[in-house]
Structures are given as C-alpha cells and as structure tokens.
C-alpha cells in the first residue's frame, strides 16, 4: 500500500466520523514500521498493537512521542515487557493482571493508563469482567493498594456477526455500565473518562452508542498477511 493511500484512507475515515472528538487510534499490528512511519506523517500519533514482540520491536524504532495501546490479550508473564512503552492497555481483563501492570509499573517508578476490558460478547472466546466483577472491585478495598496505576474507562469487543442488531445491543449495554459507574463513589485512581469501542467494521455503530476511542485497522493499512 502507498503513502497516498493510507492517507487517503486516514481522511475518508475521519470524514465520515460522527464525533471528530473521538481518537482514533490505528491499529498497526503485522504492519511494517515504514506503513506506520506513512500513517504518522498523515497525523496518527495513536497506535495499537496485540502483541507485546512487536510493541517492543517498533516503538525504538519509530518516532518517540508515539502512543502505543496494547490492544490484544496481554499475557501476566509480559507485561514487563511493555511498561516502558506503553502509553494504555486496553485489554485489561481480570483482576490478577491489573495486579501485575501495577507491579511492573512500580519497579520503575512509573503510572500506567488502563481500561477495564469487559466481556459484552455473545462468543465465548473473548475475555473480561462481567459486570459484577467490576463493582465488587472499583469500591472494594483492594484497588486503593494499586498507586501504580490509573483507570480511564472501560473496552469492549462486539460479536463478531454481520448482526447490527446484535452489535449495538452489545455497545449499548457497556455503555450503559460505563454511565453507571461514572456516579459511583470510586477511588481516586479511577477516571471514567474512555470506552474503547469499535473497529473497521462498526466504528460507527460503536460512535452512535458514545465510543471516545476506536479501534481502526484494514481500513487504514489494508489487509494483513498472517505469514
């Protein structure tokens, strides 16, 4: 793909946003740094990638005022890994690896940004908190021993379905979760200011249900090779 047609994929994007105050952060995984380097120069300064070898590889390599969001299902054993790059991990998706981000965080005496996955999907293979688990931890006693972390919002994937129905029902109700506990009394540490939700396909499902972030990939860089 060239220069111009990331750019002009940038453009027809942003074009067509129903909110221009939502980020769009583009998602660069498998994609090599000169494609990354082309969506930059268009004005990209947020990336997302799902796996922590190719964070690691890239952002040394790529201009330094570069955000990098982990995007994918993070691992516990390499989260140390990121730290020093990172800039939010979306896909935080249970209690024991929020424990260990702030673990990480604190050998270097650093504050990660974090978004609380949760599980809106009617397919099994996605991960998260349900909805219980988020109340019984943000007023519970063990999230005021995390000081090495900050807690922006909440991310959600939809079923992957051609559904709009089914989509927007699952956008819906995370949003609904999202305003709910935005009026409780949480700890300092939490900030609910971000649902991170849409992708190629739905971004715009996502941003009528009140995405602040979107997740954008083939529609940008085109289609990936796996190879």
Same mark, same amino acid.
Request: aromatic share 6%; net charge positive; proline share 3%.
């Given at each position: 793909? =060239?220069?111009?047609?990331?750019?002009?994929?940038?453009?027809?994007? *942003?074009?067509?946003?129903?909110? =221009?105050?939502?980020?769009?952060?583009?998602?660069?995984?498998?994609?090599?740094?000169?494609?990354?380097?082309?969506?930059?120069?268009?004005?990209? *300064?947020?990336?997302?990638?799902?796996?922590?070898?190719?964070?690691?590889?890239?952002?040394?390599?790529?201009?330094?005022?570069?955000?990098?969001?982990?995007?994918?299902?993070?691992?516990?054993?390499?989260?140390?890994?990121?730290?020093?790059?990172?800039?939010?991990?979306?896909?935080?998706?249970?209690?024991?690896?929020?424990?260990?981000?702030?673990?990480?965080?604190?050998?270097?005496?650093?504050?990660?940004?974090?978004?609380? =996955?949760?599980?809106?999907?009617?397919?099994?293979?996605?991960?998260?908190?349900?909805?219980?688990?988020?109340?019984?931890?943000?007023? $519970?006693?063990? &999230?005021?021993?995390?000081?090495?972390?900050?807690?922006?919002?909440?991310?959600?994937?939809?079923?992957?379905?051609?559904?709009?129905? &089914? &989509?927007?029902?699952?956008? *819906?109700?995370?949003?609904?979760?999202?305003?709910?506990?935005?009026?409780?009394?949480?700890?300092?540490?939490?900030?609910?200011?971000?649902?991170?939700? $849409?992708?190629?396909?739905?971004?715009?499902?996502? =941003?009528?249900?009140?995405?602040?972030?979107?997740?954008?990939?083939?529609? &940008?860089?085109?289609?990936?090779?796996?190879?």
């Amino acid at each position: 793909m =060239q220069a111009t047609d990331i750019s002009k994929n940038l453009k027809k994007i *942003r074009d067509t946003f129903l909110n =221009q105050d939502c980020l769009l952060v583009a998602v660069s995984k498998t994609k090599p740094i000169s494609a990354i380097q082309e969506a930059y120069d268009a004005g990209i *300064r947020d990336f997302g990638e799902n796996k922590v070898q190719e964070i690691i590889e890239k952002a040394p390599a790529l201009p330094q005022d570069i955000k990098w969001h982990m995007i994918g299902h993070l691992q516990r054993n390499k989260v140390k890994f990121i730290v020093p790059f990172i800039y939010l991990i979306h896909s935080v998706d249970s209690l024991r690896l929020l424990k260990q981000i702030n673990k990480e965080a604190k050998k270097i005496n650093k504050t990660i940004h974090c978004l609380l =996955q949760v599980h809106i999907a009617k397919e099994g293979t996605k991960f998260g908190w349900n909805k219980e688990e988020l109340n019984e931890f943000l007023l $519970g006693d063990e &999230i005021k021993s995390m000081h090495n972390i900050r807690i922006k919002g909440l991310m959600g994937m939809a079923t992957n379905t051609e559904n709009t129905e &089914i &989509i927007t029902e699952e956008f *819906r109700t995370l949003k609904v979760l999202f305003e709910a506990l935005k009026v409780q009394p949480l700890p300092e540490i939490v900030d609910m200011k971000e649902i991170s939700m $849409g992708m190629s396909g739905d971004y715009l499902l996502a =941003q009528q249900e009140g995405s602040t972030m979107v997740r954008i990939g083939s529609a &940008i860089f085109g289609s990936r090779n796996y190879n």
